[in-house]
């Protein structure tokens, strides 16, 4: 199976950068896309952005100029840098995969447990 595990949360201030990062373990054939997702107090999980194998990448309109997806194959890793946060950004982010793994022949999503992100005014 897959493992996903988030890191890189914490609280920053309104202005600030953020790097989070996502490591995929297991028995991985193959990655399709890696995604994040975050989900504020009160409101339902939302996409974030996403990059497929190929480096195609698709962000929120909330957050385009200001956050960036990009992955390591080598490592299957993916990360989200974030700048200019803002309380809104205050969520808790989620890493998703969709991948192959060794005994299977179909592609299926593993999901993180998920980081903290916390942004001051």
């Known amino acids: 199976q897959v493992q996903v595990v988030e890191s890189g949360g914490g609280l920053v201030q309104s202005g600030g950068s953020l790097r989070l990062s996502c490591a995929a373990s297991?028995?991985?054939?193959?990655?399709?896309?890696m995604a994040w997702h975050r989900q504020a107090p009160g409101k339902q999980r939302e996409l974030v952005a996403s990059?497929?194998?190929?480096?195609?990448?698709n962000y929120a309109d909330s957050v385009k100029g200001r956050f960036t997806i990009s992955r390591d194959n080598v490592k299957n890793t993916a990360y989200l840098e974030m700048n200019h946060l803002n309380p809104d950004d205050t969520a808790v982010y989620y890493c998703?995969?969709?991948?192959?793994?060794?005994?299977?022949?179909?592609?299926?999503?593993?999901w993180g447990r998920g980081t903290q992100v916390t942004v001051s005014s």
């Open positions: 998703s995969c969709n991948a192959v793994v060794s005994f299977r022949v179909d592609s299926r999503d593993y």
């Open positions: 297991g028995s991985i054939f193959r990655i399709h896309t």
């Open positions: 990059i497929t194998e190929g480096g195609i990448t």
